[in-house]
């Protein structure tokens, strides 16, 4: 009688080895999308390898980034570029699409790639029913990259969660802001956005 590959393991005296996962890499990904198995309509983002559906953009999540994005637009002007919701490429297997991304100059040189790690001076998650995986699975792979600032806006805690000076997959410096604080990007430091308007 055949026995299962885990009864021989265990027979054996050997370890037990588990079935090793198959991650995707950045290029693997886009071919999916022109293979259309993955379809247009579909938010998904590539993390760490794997691919993530994410939750559908509820109301107050859009209507915070619209807030985000005038006072980015506004407060910046020229001196940076301001990209809504598209991807940035962390490394070969992975390619969040952070709500906010505040990007280096040239805008040009983003016209034949997409931004990575280098280019990028602040990015922005805005968390409503996902604060668990943006703080646990998501920001951890910024910090790795070594993004040199993320925020976390908690909806529903009505705070944010700043992240700065990245070592590994941690950042050393966090602080928690809450609605009659403000905030101002480490790379502008004369911007500044009350959080009491933010969250209404």
């Known amino acids: 009688m055949a026995e299962t590959a885990a009864a021989t393991k265990q027979t054996s005296g050997s370890p037990e080895v588990l079935?090793?996962?198959?991650?995707?890499?950045?290029?693997?990904y886009y071919r999916m999308a022109e293979a259309g198995i993955l379809r247009p309509e579909e938010r998904v983002e590539l993390l760490n390898g794997e691919i993530f559906r994410m939750s559908p953009i509820g109301s107050r999540h859009a209507a915070t980034v619209d807030i985000f994005t005038e006072w980015l637009v506004a407060g910046v002007g020229?001196?940076?570029?301001?990209?809504?919701?598209?991807?940035?490429?962390?490394?070969?297997?992975?390619?969040?699409?952070?709500?906010?991304?505040?990007?280096?100059?040239?805008?040009?040189?983003?016209?034949?790639?997409?931004?990575?790690p280098q280019d990028v001076l602040l990015l922005i998650e805005v968390s409503d029913t996902t604060l668990a995986f943006d703080r646990d699975v998501k920001l951890p792979l910024y910090a790795v990259a070594g993004i040199p600032e993320v925020w976390i806006t908690d909806l529903g805690g009505e705070r944010m969660l700043v992240h700065r000076d990245p070592r590994g997959s941690r950042y050393r410096e966090v602080s928690v802001v809450g609605r009659?604080?403000?905030?101002s990007p480490q790379a502008f430091p004369n911007l500044s956005l009350a959080l009491a308007e933010l969250f209404g």
């Open 78 to 116: 020229k001196r940076a570029v301001v990209r809504v919701q598209n991807p940035v490429r962390l490394d070969s297997g992975a390619e969040p699409e952070p709500d906010l991304a505040l990007l280096r100059l040239p805008r040009s040189r983003y016209r034949t790639a997409h931004p990575g």
């Open 180 to 183: 009659d604080g403000a905030v």
């Open 19 to 28: 079935p090793a996962r198959r991650r995707f890499t950045v290029d693997e």
